[in-house]
Nanobody, 124 residues
């Protein structure tokens, strides 16, 4: 069992930055592919970043590429999402998720473990 706890959300003006953190419990963190998802009101949950166990491979959709950076510290059981140049359309609840397996995938159904979410609001 993996428990995930996100932090770092908040209210920021457009163009600003936020850094989200997700701390995982248990000794299996380093064997999990980690992902960050977001869900805006009335929209489907979408993957905004994912990273392999070693951190050697990451994924970003075009909507956030160049603005968001995912990283992980396996010694601290923590994955981060650095978000720069934020836009109002980035407003959503952001979730950390974990899956076993080798490959980065973007489907939410492929992730077995989820955090409770943290709200990010970007004002114009």
């Amino acid at each position: 069992q993996v428990q995930l706890v996100e932090s770092g959300g908040g209210l920021v003006q457009a163009g600003g930055s936020l850094k989200l953190s997700c701390v995982a419990s248990g000794r299996t963190f380093r064997s999990n592919v980690m992902g960050w998802f977001r869900q805006a009101s009335g929209k489907e949950r979408e993957c905004v970043a994912a990273i392999t166990q070693s951190g050697g491979t990451s994924y970003y959709p075009n909507s956030v590429k160049g603005r968001f950076t995912i990283s992980r510290d396996n010694a601290k059981n923590t994955v981060y999402l650095q978000m720069d140049s934020l836009k109002p359309e980035d407003t959503a609840v952001y979730y950390c998720a974990a899956r076993t397996g080798t490959y980065v995938v973007t489907s939410a159904t492929s992730y077995a473990y989820w955090g409770q979410g943290t709200q990010v609001t970007v004002s114009s």
